[in-house]
């Protein structure tokens, strides 16, 4: 079966300082790609997504990175706030198939 | 406009019982997930409905699992006989016709089997 999986489990930053999050994934196939936040006892938050046509997607302080040469999948966060401090996990999707998600890294930024 | 709904909020049973959760998808979306989350584990698919479709049912662990979606909107997933290895974070989603890729979760039950 798929295996969607992060990098690392844990990641701290300082205040300010730029984050990113990798995620490496094993269906070639897939397609579409979604980043989640999830912070403690809540449910998963939608991010950003970008589809295995572009590169690169850019949101609010948060910008998305596809490799598929070598299927990885990179979250940057810029100017990292402590309201950042969450959980932030990968999924992804082919041709409308269910999604795959990462076990996730546990992002904490340190005031 | 309210987001995905759940309860309860928590849930501890014990072993051999039956429990029922309650998911209320946003008004109007017509796909509608469970997904299971395990301490320190990614989500794991259980169920799908989509419209009036039969359901996607291949991710469900067992057959003490079932799940249902009344008038296209409310869905109970129902666990019988728990066992401990059930304990997790359960957790729907659902998501619109215009945008069926973008699955808005809700926040989830715990349920905790003694």
């Known amino acids: 079966g798929e295996s969607v999986g992060l990098h690392l489990p844990t990641l701290s930053v300082q205040e300010g300082d730029n984050s990113i999050i990798n995620c490496a994934y094993s269906?070639?196939?897939?397609?579409?790609f979604i980043w989640y936040k999830q912070e403690s006892g809540k449910g998963p938050q939608f991010i950003i997504d970008i589809r295995s046509n572009m590169d690169k997607r850019q949101g609010q302080r948060v910008t998305v990175l596809l490799n598929k040469t070598v299927k990885h999948l990179s979250l940057q966060i810029a100017a990292t706030q402590p309201g950042d401090s969450a959980v932030y996990f990968c999924?992804?999707?082919?041709?409308?198939?269910?999604?795959?998600f990462g076990t996730g890294t546990s992002l904490t930024v340190i005031p | 406009g309210a987001g995905v709904s759940q309860s309860p909020s928590n849930k501890v049973t014990e072993k051999g019982k039956d429990v029922e959760l309650r998911c209320d998808p946003i008004s109007g979306h017509t796909a509608l997930y469970w997904y299971r989350q395990s301490l320190g584990q990614g989500l794991e698919f259980l169920i799908y409905?989509?419209?009036?479709?039969?359901?996607?049912k291949s991710g469900l662990p067992s057959d003490r699992f079932s799940a249902e979606r009344t008038g296209g909107s409310v869905s109970t997933l129902t666990i019988q006989r728990t066992q401990q290895e059930d304990s997790a974070v359960y957790l729907c989603a659902s998501s619109s016709a215009r945008l069926p890729d973008t699955q808005y979760f809700g926040p989830g039950t715990r349920l905790t089997v003694l």
């Open positions: 999924a992804e999707n082919e041709a409308g198939n269910q999604f795959y």
């Open positions: 409905f989509q419209g009036n479709s039969a359901p996607d």
């Open positions: 269906n070639s196939a897939s397609d579409y």
